[in-house]
């Protein structure tokens, strides 16, 4: 299973759009919130692995 790595760019109602950050990209990924941790706003960094997000804390 392969792991990705996101940056919430923004937050509209209920979905945010996540920018890859492991990879050289502009592209966006609307995803719903639903999906994501509860916690999250814009600049949070996730990771993407086993059809999960987590959030990644320094």
Do not use: C, W
């Not at 995803?31 to 990644?56: C, D, H, N």
Request: no cysteine.
């Amino acid at each position: 299973m392969e792991t990705f790595y996101y940056i919430v760019e923004s937050i509209e109602s209920d979905y945010a759009n996540l920018r890859r950050t492991d990879i050289q990209s502009d592209d966006l990924k609307l995803v719903a919130r639903a999906l994501l941790p509860a916690e999250i706003m814009e600049g949070t960094r996730l990771k993407y692995e086993f059809m999960q997000y987590s959030i990644i804390n320094d």
